[in-house]
């Protein structure tokens, strides 16, 4: 089982910008999908940015109502994920949580284990007040 664990929520004031990072506990664990999610109060939790990876090129997806704002980017090295928020307002407010799905290489057979998604993290929470 990977977990994932988020970090760099906090209060900002409107037109602020935040940094979130998630990072995946196996470093064995080889990722092709990677996704930061939102849940604001009383939502449903819903994907706003994605990153995959396939056939050597990176695909990037943002929800409609991000626009510009953010940029979601991965350091492979670390098996880290960003999302760099920027001009954050107060419809942004919510509990963001990263999603990853890969699979995790095994030195005792020298082979790969089926995909799987990772487990969920308990998210970082942005606060941003006009």
């Known amino acids: 089982q990977v977990q994932l664990v988020e970090s760099g929520g906090g209060s900002v004031q409107a037109g602020g910008s935040l940094r979130l990072s998630c990072v995946a506990s196996?470093?064995?664990?080889?990722?092709?999908?990677w996704g930061w999610f939102r849940q604001g109060p009383g939502n449903e939790r819903q994907r706003v940015a994605a990153?995959?990876?396939?056939?050597?090129?990176?695909?990037?997806y943002y929800d409609d109502s991000i626009q510009c704002r953010f940029t979601i980017s991965k350091d492979i090295a670390k098996n880290n994920l960003y999302l760099q928020m920027n001009s954050l307002q107060p419809e942004d407010n919510a509990v963001y949580y990263c999603?990853?799905?890969?699979?995790?290489?095994?030195?005792?057979?020298?082979?790969?284990?089926?995909?799987?998604?990772?487990?969920w993290g308990q998210g970082t929470e942005v606060t941003v007040s006009s």
């Open positions: 999603a990853a799905r890969g699979r995790e290489f095994s030195y005792s057979s020298c082979t790969y284990s089926a995909y799987f998604n990772a487990s």
């Open positions: 196996a470093d064995s664990y080889a990722i092709n999908y």
């Open positions: 990153i995959v990876s396939s056939g050597g090129y990176l695909y990037t």
